[in-house]
């Protein structure tokens, strides 16, 4: 009969990455049957207790929980051991011999201790507000990171950089590259004349790939976060980030790309970029707007350059167009890919439900469960408190896969698959083997059609972000997930279309 310990460490804080990879060690030693070491927040604790483990009463966010479930005593035993080894091991000891000056301990005491003027800050939101605030009083630009920020502090850390001449790419900036440096998650890239100011981190990635994949490299992406289109922030890094890249000689135009924004702030922003003596494009999404593969051909062929025909990989064993039944099921790790899928599946099936609707009346429940058109985020601000991005840490999506494999109202289900710097480093295997457990799953289900039961068919179209000088590779990557079943295509757009095309339901 197994066993399970579960040990709660009062304001014992670790961060989410570190405790995915201690989780992972504790799961691979010979005994264990399952383990989970993370921060008691209430997300986790609900993953916790569904993994049969019993939480006491109290635990909170910032308390630690190691849960190990074990064969034997010896099982459980080794689990707890391989835990604290590997919290030890990833912990900072402080160093420094008699007369040694200290470390710093704050930003901006690292700041002024040396000669950097960025600040790059992932930590929990609720402390964010002040370690940037910190850097911006050292005179650093900031990238923060970090999610969960109030939209108030927002402003007040805009404002304050204005005022400071810095600029803050953020909160929740996830992507930025700067003099080909990456910051974030971020694609390997080559240099070259076009700009970009994202309040978007998915989005941005998928138009430098696509533009890497045309033979056209990048001088700066200024990350703002995504909420700086939004009337309450009004476009203040956008302006700043904007006005930057007017002023680099390496940039020779600029391409704005951003969730659907608020119209009069873009509007605002248009008549400001008229006049900075630049062209400016832009990749704004939005109902009756361009999709983000169909706004980066309008920038190429602004450019003079020609549109590639984006690389692909169609499944052999794809059913016919319009032959299948059930639901469109988008599973998504980036925002700004789940809202282009959303707009351009809109325009066919109508309403689409998501935990980020494109109304609020689509808005899914807690449980993000419905029978029709849906489409989820998973890294979205709600699911990742206390937890990795899913860009790292894909097991919640891997269990939805599993869940929609089983449910026969999913008709085709749409990933997305981001690599690059920062993301898991072999996404394809794990995301491989869940495409063909999935589809073996249909498979093994009976459909009635016209009386008869045949198998059911679940399609799987998967949008590969990436380039072929990320550390996963590009083409290894979809030639994987080509060999597990799925049709893979660089362009979001192209992955959309392609799912939509067996769906014999549209409105």
């Known amino acids: 009969m197994s066993l399970t310990h579960v040990d709660v460490r009062r304001g014992a804080y670790h961060d989410s990455v570190t405790l995915l990879q201690v989780s992972r060690t504790v799961a691979q030693v010979e005994g264990v049957e399952a383990a989970q070491v993370a921060m008691a927040t209430e997300l986790n604790v609900e993953v916790l207790t569904g993994m049969g483990f019993d939480i006491p009463d109290g635990a909170g966010p910032n ?3 190691l849960a190990v479930r074990g064969a034997d005593d010896a099982g459980v035993a080794a689990g707890l051991a391989a835990a604290e080894g590997a919290l030890a091991a990833r912990s900072t000891p402080s160093s420094g011999g008699f007369g040694d000056a200290p470390s710093p301990r704050t930003v901006g005491g690292a700041l002024r201790a040396g000669a950097a003027d960025l600040a790059l800050i992932s930590v929990p939101g609720r402390f964010a507000t002040a370690e940037a605030l910190d850097a911006i009083a050292a005179g650093a630009s900031v990238m923060l990171f970090s999610d969960n920020v109030p939209v108030e502090d927002e402003i007040l850390l805009k404002d304050a950089a204005a005022d400071a001449d810095v600029l803050v790419m953020g909160p929740d900036c996830g992507t930025a590259v700067i003099g080909g440096v990456a910051l974030g998650f971020a694609n390997v890239v080559e240099a070259g004349p076009i700009g970009m100011v994202a309040a978007s981190g998915t989005g941005a990635q998928q138009l430098m790939c696509l533009l890497d994949a045309a033979g056209v490299g990048i001088s700066h ?6 909420r700086d289109l939004t009337s309450a922030v009004g476009g203040r890094s956008t302006r700043q980030a904007l006005a930057a890249l007017a002023a680099d000689p390496a940039t020779t135009s600029v391409v704005v790309v951003s969730k659907p924004p608020d119209e009069e702030v873009l509007a605002e922003l248009e008549t400001y970029a008229a006049g900075l003596g630049l062209p400016v494009r832009w990749a704004t999404l939005g109902a009756g707007r361009p999709d983000l593969t169909s706004a980066l051909e309008a920038v190429l062929e602004a450019e003079g350059r020609d549109v590639p025909v984006w690389p692909s990989w169609v499944a052999s064993d794809d059913p016919e167009p319009a032959s299948v039944s059930g639901s469109l099921r ?16 809109a325009e066919s099936l109508g309403d689409i439900r998501s935990n980020i609707p494109l109304r609020d009346d689509l808005a899914l429940g807690s449980d993000l469960r419905d029978d029709g058109h849906l489409v989820i985020d998973f890294g979205d601000d709600g699911l990742t408190q206390g937890r990795a991005h899913p860009m790292i840490d894909p097991s919640l999506r891997m269990e ?18 981001v690599l690059g710097h920062g993301a898991h480093a072999d996404p394809a295997g794990e995301l491989s083997d869940a495409i063909r457990a999935a589809k073996a799953v249909a498979g093994s289900e009976q459909q009635s059609t016209n009386g008869s039961g045949t198998a059911r068919k679940l399609p799987v179209v998967v949008s590969v972000t990436g380039t072929e000088g990320d550390p996963q590779g590009f083409t290894a990557t979809c030639e994987t997930l080509a060999a597990a079943g799925a049709s893979v295509f660089l362009s979001n757009r192209d992955a959309t279309r392609h799912a939509l095309s067996f769906l014999g339901s549209t409105r």
């Open 63 to 65: 308390d630690l929980v």
């Open 221 to 226: 992406c200024l990350g703002v976060g995504g």
């Open 330 to 345: 988008g599973l998504f790790c980036g925002g700004t890919l789940a809202d282009d899928a959303m707009l351009l599946a």
């Open 400 to 417: 939805r896969i599993a869940a929609e494999a089983a449910d026969p109202t999913c008709g085709v289900l749409l990933l997305d698959l």
